[in-house]
């Protein structure tokens, strides 16, 4: 690939949504209210299409209108968008309506190791959260800064004892708004004997604060180890409130979910002893060496299918 993807780290500090300029047909109709009831909602975060979009040269901000059409016609029922301030939620709420997507979970970035500057990246949280609570959000996913993007620097004991705590009151104030904080992590936070991970796990409260459990991101900084993941889902599976989807093939990303490193199969067998139902977002994307041999919307329609059928009973109802 001769351009550099995009990546998540990149994108959640830097993405805006714009509204688009392209206006198109209306939201694909949906299955009547019966129908729609028997099957699995399926959502897809939007730093999947935005790399997507990258390698075509295209810009899925800029053409907001024509990519929540592809997102609708991929057969997704949701959307899980990151917002930086209430500007964006109001922008996008009604397009999401518009095409017939649901937002039943949305991503904020938190800066939380340094008490100061916690304060200030709670109270915009709190600014957003109500308004994509209005919206129909439910949980709110964050993943704590690190110290440096891209960095291999790991933050030390205090560091973290600050970060669980101000994680622990952000949970508890969205909590008293009727929304759920859930924890997500990339491969960073599994250094070090997964001392950060961990530490956001056992150093907060259940009731407070979930999982956002990204399986790939525990398979791959855990050096591309599935005993890792299934030993996160025996320790903290009861915690598990969202689950981010994503596979590769000999240690690279995919164009579209299906077999591959992961057993998919044992995980969703695995979250089904520990009884519980997350909601599940697809983030399948591409990176460096991932093949391109498919546009987005066959891309993501071949994930979504493949999911719904490898996850039928386990997750929410649409």
């Given at each position: 690939m001769?351009a550099?993807?995009?990546?998540r780290?990149?994108f959640?500090?830097?993405a805006v949504?714009?509204?688009g300029a392209l206006?198109?047909?209306p939201?694909?109709?949906?299955?009547?209210?019966?129908?729609?009831?028997e099957r699995?909602?399926?959502a897809?975060?939007s730093?999947?299409?935005?790399?997507?979009y990258?390698?075509?040269?295209?810009?899925?901000?800029?053409?907001?209108?024509?990519g929540l059409?592809?997102?609708a016609?991929?057969?997704?029922?949701?959307?899980?968008p990151?917002?930086?301030d209430?500007a964006?939620?109001?922008?996008?709420?009604p397009?999401?309506?518009?095409?017939?997507?649901?937002?039943r979970s949305f991503?904020?970035?938190s800066?939380?190791h340094?008490?100061?500057?916690?304060?200030?990246?709670?109270?915009?949280?709190l600014?957003?959260?109500p308004?994509a609570?209005d919206?129909?959000?439910?949980?709110v996913v964050?993943?704590p800064n690190?110290?440096?993007w891209?960095?291999?620097?790991?933050?030390?004991?205090?560091?973290l004892r600050v970060?669980?705590?101000a994680?622990?009151r952000?949970g508890?104030?969205l909590k008293?708004?009727?929304?759920t904080?859930?924890y997500?992590?990339h491969?960073?936070?599994?250094?070090?004997?997964?001392r950060?991970?961990?530490?956001m796990?056992?150093?907060?409260d259940?009731a407070n604060?979930?999982?956002?459990?990204?399986?790939?991101w525990?398979?791959?900084?855990s050096?591309?180890?599935?005993?890792?993941?299934f030993?996160?889902?025996?320790?903290?599976?009861?915690?598990i409130?969202?689950l981010?989807?994503r596979q590769?093939?000999?240690?690279?990303?995919t164009?579209a979910?299906?077999?591959g490193?992961?057993?998919?199969?044992?995980?969703?067998?695995?979250?089904r002893?520990?009884?519980?139902?997350?909601h599940?977002?697809?983030?399948?994307a591409?990176?460096?060496?991932?093949p391109?041999?498919?546009?987005?919307l066959?891309a993501?329609a071949?994930s979504?299918?493949?999911?719904?059928?490898?996850?039928?009973?386990?997750g929410?109802?649409a």
């Open positions: 001769a550099r993807l995009t990546t780290r990149t959640l500090a830097d949504l714009t509204t206006a198109l047909s939201a694909p109709v949906r299955p009547a209210m019966g129908a729609q009831d699995m909602h399926v897809c975060n730093y999947s299409w935005t790399v997507f990258q390698r075509q040269g295209r810009n899925f901000d800029q053409l907001l209108e024509e059409a592809e997102v016609a991929s057969g997704l029922d949701g959307f899980e990151s917002f930086g209430v964006q939620v109001e922008r996008l709420a397009l999401l309506k518009k095409h017939g997507l649901g937002m991503y904020v970035n800066f939380l340094e008490a100061g500057r916690a304060d200030e990246s709670i109270r915009q949280i600014a957003v959260a308004r609570r919206a129909g959000a439910r949980i964050t993943n690190p110290l440096a891209g960095g291999a620097q790991d933050k030390n004991d205090e560091q970060q669980a705590a994680l622990n952000l508890a104030e008293k708004l009727g929304l904080l859930a997500h992590n491969d960073m936070e599994l250094r070090q004997a997964a950060e991970f961990h530490h796990m056992l150093g907060t259940p604060v979930t999982l956002c459990l990204d399986a790939h525990v398979y791959r900084g050096g591309n180890s599935q005993v890792a993941l030993d996160i889902v025996r320790l903290y599976g009861r915690r409130r969202e981010h989807l590769s093939a000999g240690g690279v990303w164009e979910f299906g077999d490193d992961i057993d998919y199969r044992a995980l969703a067998d695995a979250l002893h520990e009884g519980v139902r997350p599940i977002v697809l983030e399948q591409i990176e460096n060496g991932s391109n041999t498919m546009p987005p066959e993501f071949r979504t299918e493949y999911v719904r059928r490898l996850f039928a009973g386990l929410e109802k």
